[in-house]
């Protein structure tokens, strides 16, 4: 499955965003899907997950009640709702998919099999 996500920017802290991951290829709908960022200077780190149907969600403590993950199967589209961001969200955020993530291993990169190039969020102070 190929994956492009889209949909950062520029934002003043506190304010949203919303990326998107638009998969083509194989069935979207089969894969769990990610969500990660990678700073400068700083290795990727895991923000959320969520299962092929939804029903199992993830999410770092760093961003918890501020982002959202979500998916909607019919469009091949996952979403990463992003709030009250902060100057320490400034990264590029990276979505993936593979085919079961399993619950102690959802967080670790390199479990993933398909990555998205990454879309830049910057947050000014």
């Known amino acids: 499955v190929q994956l492009q996500a889209s949909g950062g920017g520029l934002v003043q802290a506190g304010g949203s965003l919303r990326l998107s991951c638009a998969a083509s290829?194989?069935?979207?709908?089969?894969?769990?899907m990610g969500w990660f960022r990678q700073a400068p200077g700083k290795e990727r780190e895991f923000v959320a997950a969520?299962?092929?149907?939804?029903?199992?969600?993830y999410c770092a403590a760093s961003v918890k009640g501020r982002f959202t993950i979500s998916r909607d199967n019919a469009k091949n589209t996952g979403y990463l709702q992003v709030n009250s961001l902060k100057s320490e969200d400034t990264a590029v955020y990276y979505c993936?998919?593979?085919?079961?993530?399993?619950?102690?291993?959802?967080?670790?990169?390199?479990?993933?099999?398909?990555w998205g190039q990454g879309t830049l969020v910057t947050v000014s102070s």
């Open positions: 993936a998919v593979v085919r079961t993530a399993s619950d102690t291993a959802v967080a670790a990169p390199t479990l993933y099999d398909s």
């Open positions: 969520i299962g092929w149907s939804g029903g199992r969600i």
């Open positions: 290829g194989r069935s979207f709908s089969s894969y769990d």
